[in-house]
Nanobody
C-alpha cells in the first residue's frame, strides 16, 4: 500500500514561515492541498518530476513546492504566512501534471496541521 507521510506543520504567527515535508515512494505528479474547517479541500501547489510547478493564486510568491527525487521527499516552503493559510495540509500523488484539481489525485497522506495566528 502506497503511503504518503507529511510532517512539519505547527503553529506560527502571521508573517512567519514553515516547511512541510512529505516522505513517499516518488511519483511523477505530486501536489499539496489544504482544507480549512468547514471548507472544501483546495489545491495549493503541484509539481512534475522535472520540477515544473503550478500554484494557486492565493499562494503565488509566498509558497514554493520542490522535490528531492533521491530522498523521495516532497516539500512545501511557506513564507509570509497569513491567518487564512490555517488548514490541514495534505500531500498527494496524481495522474495529471500541474493539476490543482482534487479529482486528479489518487493517493493521499493523513495531513499535517498548520495554524497561523494574527
Amino acid at each position: 500500500q502506497a503511503q504518503l507521510v507529511e510532517s512539519g506543520g505547527g503553529s506560527v504567527q502571521a508573517g512567519g514561515s514553515l516547511r512541510l515535508s512529505c516522505a513517499a515512494s516518488i511519483y511523477t505528479y505530486m501536489g499539496w492541498f489544504r482544507q480549512a474547517t468547514g471548507k472544501e479541500r483546495e489545491g495549493v501547489a503541484a509539481i512534475d518530476r522535472d520540477g515544473s510547478a503550478n500554484y494557486a493564486d492565493s499562494v503565488k510568491g509566498r509558497f514554493t513546492i520542490s522535490r528531492d527525487n533521491a530522498k523521495k521527499t516532497l516539500y512545501l516552503q511557506m513564507n509570509s504566512l497569513k491567518p487564512e493559510d490555517t488548514a490541514m495540509y495534505y500531500c498527494a500523488a496524481g495522474r495529471a501534471g500541474g493539476s490543482l484539481l482534487r479529482n486528479d489525485y489518487t493517493v493521499w497522506g493523513q495531513g499535517t496541521q498548520v495554524t497561523v495566528s494574527s
